[in-house]
Structure formats: C-alpha cells, structure tokens
C-alpha cells in the first residue's frame, strides 16, 4: 500500500482523484487532491499526519499491512485541521496509549475536534525526539496557516515535513515534482497559495528566513498535499519567497458580472483601451457569474491591479462580485490599485460601493470609478477606451 520513499521512510497517505471542493465549497479542487501521510521505521517507528476522516477506516486498514499497529512508538501531528487529523479516532481505537506529538495549539484543536484526553506531548521549536539513527526537530510555523502548525525536520534523511506549506490540491499517482505536470504542478501551487497563504505572507517570509538560517540539508519537502518535492526541493522555497513579497505581474484583471451584457461592453471597452495603452500588459476578463471563484482569485493575486463592475440591482450590486469581494477581503492582498464600474438604468449606486468594499479590502483606489446608464453606445464606448487607457496611467506600466 505504502510508497517507499527511502529505505526509512514511506509514504502511506491517499490520493483523492474525486476531491472537487476543499473546505466545503470554499475551494476549487479541479485536479484532485492527497493527504499525504508519512511512516518512519528507525529504532523507533513513527507515523506523521493521517488522512480526511472519510478515508479514516480505509486508512488504518491500509496502515496495518504495512505494520503492526502497536509498534508505532509515535504519532507527530503537524496540523490538526480534519483533512489531516480525521483518521485519528479510528488510528486511536487500536492504539490508545501512543503519545501524540504536537504543538500545544494542536492539542488543544484535537481535543475540540474530537473530545478525546489522549497521551499529548507538546513540543516546541528545536525540541528533539531521538528515533534511533535519526534525529526529529520540531519548528513550530504558527499561522502557516492555522495556530497549531509546524514542521518537523528528520536528520540523516534530511527530509522536511512542512504539512499544509508547500502543498498543492494536486492528485498525482507518482508522487514526485519532477514527475508531474510542471505547468500544472504551478498553478495548483500558485492557486493554494493565493488563495490559503496570501493573509500569512508575512510570517511566511519569517519562518523561512528561520529555518534558511539552520542552513539544514535538504534532500526533499515531503508536503501533506501534492507533490512531495525532491527535484530540487529548494524551488518552492525561493518561489514562497517571491510570492509573499507583495507578488505581482504586469498584468491588469477585469472582473465583472452583468445582467443584458453593458456592463460586459463596458469591461471589453476599457480593456480595448488598456492594451492600446500598453501593449505589454497581460489583460484578462472574467465573468464571475461563469468562472471558478478560486481561479479568479489566482489571477488577481497576479495582478498589479484590477477593475471590479457590476449593474446596478435593487440598489445593490451582484452577488457573485459581492460574494467574489468578501473573500478577497479576507485574503489581504497587498501593494495592488484597483477601481470600479457598472451600469444601471436608475439609481446607480453599484459602482460607489463596489470603491467602498474595494478600498476596504485594502485595495489602493484613486478613482471615483465608472458608471454607463442602461445600454453604452458608440460614444460611451469610445470614452471607456479612454479611460481604460487612464487606468495605464493610474496602475503605472
Ligand atoms: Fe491541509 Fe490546513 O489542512
């Protein structure tokens, strides 16, 4: 069942080929996913992360071909949200008294999750555990992403266990970086990054700054999700780096939803006069109301700067864009311009809160934005071109 990574270490996760949204319907998962769990047999035998609790009969089930449950000596838990701790109940019915390793977020989060006192030990950064030729050493990565996370480094191995960071929502059958889809492989890395990191870009820069300085060796990442990264595993690390310091291209994004299509001619017009403005900028158009929430969010995290429209409705503005709006505000991306637009026959008053939610949400917003009444014709058309190339001048080339 398992994979052998090296002769100490295997993998014994599952790959969900049918995962299609993650944390509800919170996140796309197009190519799948995995919850990658890990098993150490030194002089001690230690079992990292488990799986999604819906695979936790199929997990343990697996686990015992491969070894016999008692003589798992330790289980470290990296991170305790269900996707990675959902197996525990089962795992623990055979094995009750086996210490669970973790941070003391992590035991606290266990607990709540599951209303169980098991054999906690809570550990610390640099705190050590001795498994025989190997060494454990555990750094705690609080808010990478939630309280409880950490990362447990194994010597000799030179292996890294970093759970949620690193990871994609990526289903792959050969486990590997370099045997997968590079193009693919990117995106999902890209997605899970814009999409779970962006709030933490801060203490991502931070604790990779601390555990570069370690100057460990480094032979592979082994993630809780996707790829565990062998081919030059410091890749990802310096792309982290590149991400979380405020990451943009030069690439302009119009997001919009529309009713009877003016407020679509609107975007189209204004893009028309963005590339005539600047042939070198990456221009991109998404309906919300059609495209997937978390790929939208993708390409805006790649932008220096969007522009958001919707019509007018009931005095409001679309829900797609409004539900679109509250999770970039929660995503607090940094250091990107942003305006508004849309059309309405009466009252109008989309476009003025669309600049209230975008400034909020931390956008930096130097104009009132642009509203078209009922249906743009060839005059107002020609004036969105130019203000799309006023938008050039507003976002900088
Ligand atoms: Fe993959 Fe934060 O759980």
Not at 119 to 133: A, H, Q, R
Not at 295 to 301: A, L, Q, R, S, Y
Not at 372 to 379: E, F
Request: charged share 25%; glycine share 8%.
């Amino acid at each position: 069942m398992g994979k052998k990574l090296t002769d100490k270490v295997t993998w014994v996760g599952k790959i969900d080929w049918e995962l299609k949204s993650f944390h509800g319907n919170e996140y796309s998962t197009s190519r799948g996913s995995s919850y990658n769990s890990y098993l150490i047999r030194d002089e001690k035998v230690v079992l990292i992360d488990t799986v999604w609790q819906p695979y936790d009969k199929e997990f343990v089930s697996r686990l015992k071909k491969e070894i016999d449950l008692k003589s798992i000596d330790y289980i470290i838990m990296n991170h305790n949200e269900i996707d990675h701790s959902g197996a525990l109940v089962e795992l623990m019915r055979e094995i009750p008294d086996t210490p669970i390793y973790c941070t003391k977020n992590g035991a606290k989060i266990i607990k709540g999750h599951y209303h169980q006192d098991w054999n906690f030990v809570t550990v610390k950064t640099g705190d050590t555990l001795d498994i025989g030729e190997s060494k454990l050493v555990f750094v705690e990565a609080p808010m990478l992403h939630w309280p409880d996370s950490m990362f447990t480094y194994m010597t000799g191995e030179n292996i890294l266990f970093s759970n949620d960071a690193f990871g994609q929502h990526y289903a792959t059958e050969s486990l590997y970086n370099d045997a997968a889809d590079e193009a693919e492989l990117y995106q999902e890395a890209i997605k899970y990054y814009a999409n779970i990191l962006t709030p933490f870009s801060k203490f991502v820069t931070k604790k990779i700054g601390e555990v570069l300085s370690l100057k460990l060796p480094l032979s592979m990442i082994c993630t809780s999700h996707g790829v565990i990264w062998k081919d030059n595993p410091a890749q990802i690390i310096e792309q982290y780096l590149i991400w979380a310091d405020d990451y943009q291209e030069n690439q302009i994004t119009l997001v919009y939803d529309t009713m009877w299509n003016s407020t679509r001619k609107m975007a189209e017009a204004i893009a028309s006069g963005i590339e005539e403005a600047d042939p070198n900028v990456t221009v991109k158009l998404f309906n919300t109301s059609k495209e997937d929430k978390n790929d939208v969010i993708t390409e805006i995290f790649k932008s220096k700067g969007i522009l958001v429209g919707s019509p007018t409705i009931n005095g409001g503005h679309s829900y797609s864009i409004a539900g679109l709006l509250e999770m970039v505000a929660g995503l607090k991306m940094k250091n990107k311009k942003a305006a508004a637009f849309g059309s309405y026959g009466w009252g109008g008053e989309a476009v003025k809160q669309l600049t209230e939610k975008l400034k909020n949400a931390g956008f930096e917003v130097e104009d009132d934005g642009v509203r078209t009444m009922w249906v743009p014709d060839c005059q107002e058309l020609d004036s969105l071109k130019e203000y799309g190339k006023r938008i050039v001048e507003l976002f900088g080339k």
